[in-house]
Nanobody, 121 residues
């Protein structure tokens, strides 16, 4: 079964930065689209960013210009660089493997366990 393991979350002050990593195993990583989602308390899980197997990307409007998704196929890892963090970015962040077409990312069946990001004032 596919395994996705997130890391890099933590506590950061508003305006700061964090880089999340998601290591994938038991998957031919290079041919799969990958995505980052987040879920804040009391809210639905939402797409943050997706990346196709070829490196095309899409972002939620709320993070455009601040977050960057990237991938390293040699390391079977997808990253999410988060800059200019705000209190509204506080959430559990999840990695997902899915599909990318028409310029959009669509979630698949496999999820990581999540990593907590907390932004303080």
């Amino acid at each position: 079964q596919v395994q996705l393991v997130e890391s890099g979350g933590g506590l950061v002050q508003a305006g700061g930065s964090l880089r999340l990593s998601c290591a994938a195993s038991r998957i031919i990583f290079s041919i799969h689209a990958m995505g980052w989602y987040r879920q804040a308390p009391g809210k639905q899980r939402e797409l943050v960013a997706g990346i196709s197997s070829r490196g095309s990307t899409n972002y939620a409007d709320s993070v455009k210009g601040r977050f960057t998704i990237s991938r390293d196929n040699a390391k079977n890892t997808v990253y999410l660089l988060m800059n200019s963090l705000t209190l509204e970015d506080t959430a559990v962040y999840y990695c997902n493997t899915g599909a990318y077409y028409g310029g959009s990312y669509y979630s698949g069946d496999y999820w990581g366990q999540g990593t907590q990001v907390t932004v303080s004032s």
